[in-house]
Nanobody, 123 residues
Framework: QVTLVESGGGLVQPGGSLRLSCVASGNIFRIDVMGWYRQAPGEQRDLVASTTRLLKTEYSDSVKGRFTISRDNVENVVYLQMNSLKTEDTAVYYC?????????????????WGQGTQVTVSS
């Protein structure tokens, strides 16, 4: 079984910073992509940032220059450093990973999601 566990959400004032963390654990063979999505009330879940195993990164236009994604391939952790936060960044943030794992009989590749962590930017 593979799980993703996020931490680091909370309440912050506009202009402030937060750092999200997500740890992947289980019978993991390889993690190809790790990233963060977010979903505001009444809206769809959108990509915030992602990073490949070779550390190629991608960002949504709305967070470029303010957010930084990083990854530890040894510990299977992905981080999202969020600076200069705006009220429109308020959402539930979900960790995502494309993982190849072994269930004891064979290898499978599957998308996994964390449970989500709330980020609220408000004065």
């Amino acid at each position: 079984q593979v799980t993703l566990v996020e931490s680091g959400g909370g309440l912050v004032q506009p202009g402030g910073s937060l750092r999200l963390s997500c740890v992947a654990s289980g019978n993991i063979f390889r993690i190809d992509v790790m990233g963060w999505y977010r979903q505001a009330p009444g809206e769809q879940r959108d990509l915030v940032a992602s990073t490949t195993r070779l550390l190629k990164t991608e960002y949504s236009d709305s967070v470029k220059g303010r957010f930084t994604i990083s990854r530890d391939n040894v510990e299977n952790v992905v981080y999202l450093q969020m600076n200069s936060l705006k009220t429109e960044d308020t959402a539930v943030y979900y960790c995502y990973a494309k993982i190849t794992y072994n269930n004891g009989r064979a290898y499978y590749a599957k998308d996994f999601w964390g449970q989500g962590t709330q980020v609220t930017v408000s004065s």
